[in-house]
């Protein structure tokens, strides 16, 4: 039965393996160090807060962590952690911010804005973003440089992991027109096959700009990883820091 792709599809699917690719990520512990330097006492807000790899690890510095998530099944993995009854979290989409008060930072890691499917709540987002930061406060992405090169045809097959159990392959269609990438994680066991499904709206950081600009903040600070490494023309990554203009 097909079934509609919104703002919980990817949350709810992956929730139960989440932790088992992602958790050890090697780029989080210097996220949280960097996010905690940047946080100017907090609180702070994580948009798509997920089962919580990043937002734990940088409550337990001290700081106060709020999220937002569209998906139950991954904030009940959060919930299911030490610290992670205590972690304030709203339930909707990110890109409406429907949250109170205001925020030194509000970061939205992993590639996660592009979840918003259309320029549109794109936009959106920032300008409700923009209007939660408190004064001087810091907008922080972490996001893919778009790389059409990957791509024949408009497709691409990967394989990313091939065991003598287990098959795990990334299969991806890209849009050129609507700047849209659909993906499926695909796992495949004796038992059987488990689809994990992807869409993201991917945007250039020159857009991204743009759209700050109009939720009128400015572009602070562009590197090219957690450690502040340059952003440069080879940079695969971006992080990019925005506050009010
Ligand atoms: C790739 S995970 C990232 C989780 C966490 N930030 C991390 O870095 O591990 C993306 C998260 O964003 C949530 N999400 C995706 N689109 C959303 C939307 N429009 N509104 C709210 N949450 C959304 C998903 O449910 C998921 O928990």
Known sequence: MATMYDASTYGDRIAPVYDALY???????????????????????????????IALPLAETGIAVHGIDASAAMVEMLRGK????????TMGDFADVGVEGHYPLIYVVFNTFFALLTQEEQIR????????????????IEAFVPDLARFDRG?????INLTLDRVQLDVVQVDIAAQRIVTQHVAITES??????????????????????LAGLRLQERWGGWQREPFTSASQFHLSVYTPA
């Open 125 to 140: 987002c920032f300008a409700h973003v923009a209007e939660h930061l408190a004064p001087g406060g810091r907008f922080l």
């Open 23 to 53: 958790q050890s990520l090697p780029s989080t512990e210097a996220a949280v160090r960097l996010l905690a330097e940047l946080t100017q006492g907090g609180p702070v807000l994580e948009l798509g807060i997920g089962t919580g790899r």
């Open 155 to 159: 497709q691409r097959t990967s394989v």
């Open 82 to 89: 030490p610290g992670g009854a205590q972690i304030p979290v």
């Open 192 to 213: 059987g096959t488990r689809l994990y499904p992807v869409q993201l709206r991917y945007a250039w950081p020159s857009e991204l700009d743009l759209m700050a600009r």
